[in-house]
């Protein structure tokens, strides 16, 4: 029906209200029964950015689905594509599982499978981004959709903040990882819908909620529509009671509301203490265990964290440090099986070292690059690109969880796109000048 549709209608709207639809809306893949317990519950929880034993997610079936959809549109979509030097890096990434198959810890058959999952999910979504994403209609037509999702995500608010969530029981039966992260909040319940947890309904509402707000700012005048709009999607992203995605929704406001000569600023800063920081953290030079349980600072900290309740976070710092010593065993071609950490008896949680283990500390950086560079460019922009953001607090939610929020690899399609080559076709811009860089803005783009 995807295909179907996505042919027929011609539409870039439809085909990425699709592609946001299945990602949101189909059922979780089914893990063997062996390794569910009564609770619902699985230990083997890791999400379907990578192929785990599990092969058919719709986390790479519906870009797939889109993808033929657009090929079957004819040639003429595909006249203005251009092939970029990161394009080639997306598919040097989606060929990792070759790495642990020259190392002997992968057979051929297994390599070729685990490469056309990374292809389905990574590869065609990044490709459906850059056909569709290439100009300034494009970028507005994903922030309508993002924004509309979250929407979308409102009437399961509603019905799951007062209860323990029910809808997909009663929709698809049980949910393998029902109880992943627990529902029960601070008030009611943290909603879960057709996710897999329920950290991915939080990112999921906060960033439509941003890029509502970014709609408001980038305007003079903005529509009072917009401004309720914007209103709603705030106040459902706090009720869903996520406080890691309500920080990068707070960070990204306040990015947006800063003057252009202080973000820039503040962005450059923020790189180099990521940059740093990252390092130090996977480097393992940083005995962050040792400060939480020793020092004063730590003990302080962790004693804040344990009264409103947000202990997981140590929890999840501590799985990412104990699987260092085994990454730096393999560091080039990873072990190349999703289940590599099984000797710690537990699995990091962070997405960047879950593909370091698999397939090795080369790809999660090839990885990094190709999601990263093009937005960190237009980060530093005069005008705000919400997509650019998006990718970069997605990333930053991707260090502490399994998973990423999928349509930012759509966004980083969109951000790879040089500023200075293509041009747009929307009838709002000015011919020759750079694409983005306020794609929410109701009235015409000015150089």
């Known amino acids: 029906m995807t295909i179907v549709a996505v042919a027929w209608s011609g539409s870039r709207r439809v085909a990425l209200a699709l592609l946001v639809a299945g990602w ?10 062996e390794t569910i317990t009564p609770s619902n519950f699985t230990v083997d929880f890791i999400g379907t950015a990578l192929p785990s034993q599990i092969l058919v997610t719709r986390a790479w079936v519906v870009p797939v689905a889109v993808l033929l959809g657009l090929v079957l549109q004819g040639p003429g979509l595909w006249r203005h594509f251009r092939l970029l030097p990161v394009d080639l890096l997306m598919g040097i990434f989606c060929l990792s599982p070759f790495l642990p198959w020259m190392s002997g810890r992968l057979s051929a058959l297994e390599a070729v499978q685990q490469s056309g999952y ?3 999910f990574w590869g ?28 979308a995500l409102l009437p399961i608010a509603l019905l799951e903040g007062s ?36 950290n991915q309904y939080g990112i999921w509402i906060a960033m439509a909620a941003l890029a509502a707000l970014h709609r408001c700012l980038a305007t003079d005048l903005p529509v009072r529509r917009d401004q309720i709009v914007a209103i709603v999607l705030n106040l459902a992203a706090i009720a869903s009671q ?33 940059a ?32 409103i309740g947000r202990k997981s976070l140590a929890y999840r710092v501590r799985r990412d440090q104990l699987a260092l010593p085994l990454i730096a065993r393999a560091p080039l071609s990873g072990y190349g099986h999703w289940d590599w950490w099984r000797p710690l008896k537990s699995r990091p949680w962070g997405l960047p070292l879950l593909v370091a283990g698999q397939y090795g500390i080369l790809s999660a950086l090839v990885l990094s690059w190709v999601l990263l560079a093009g937005a960190a460019r237009r980060l530093l922009l005069a005008q705000p690109s919400i997509l650019a953001l998006v990718v970069a607090l997605a990333a930053v939610d991707a260090w502490l969880n399994s998973f990423i929020y999928m349509p930012a690899v759509l966004a980083a399609a969109a951000c790879a796109i040089p500023l200075t080559g293509a041009r747009s076709r929307s009838p709002d811009s000015a011919e020759g000048q750079p694409q983005d860089e306020n794609p929410l803005a109701a009235g015409p783009v000015h150089a």
Not at 24 to 33: D, I, N, Q, T
Not at 129 to 149: E, H, T
Not at 165 to 180: D, I, N, S
């Open 124 to 151: 065609a979504t990044w490709l459906v981004g850059r056909l569709l994403l290439c100009d300034l209609d494009g970028r507005r037509a994903l922030a309508d959709v993002l924004i509309w999702s979250g929407l």
């Open 276 to 307: 740093l920081g990252g390092a130090g953290y996977v480097s393992g030079k940083v005995p962050l265990e040792r400060w939480a349980s020793t020092s004063a600072s730590g003990q302080l900290v962790m004693k804040g964290l344990d009264k």
């Open 118 to 120: 990374l292809f389905g």
């Open 163 to 198: 209860r323990q969530a029910w809808l997909y029981v009663a929709a698809y039966g049980a949910h393998p990882f029902q109880l992943e992260g627990g529902s029960a909040r601070y008030i009611g319940f943290r909603p879960l819908g057709f996710f897999e947890q329920s």
């Open 242 to 274: 996520s406080v890691g995605a309500l920080l990068l929704l707070a960070g990204g406001s306040a990015w947006l509301a800063m003057r252009a000569s202080l973000r820039r600023s503040v962005t450059l800063a923020l790189a180099v203490v990521l």
């Open 24 to 33: 949101m809306l189909l059922p979780v893949e089914r893990f063997p029964a």
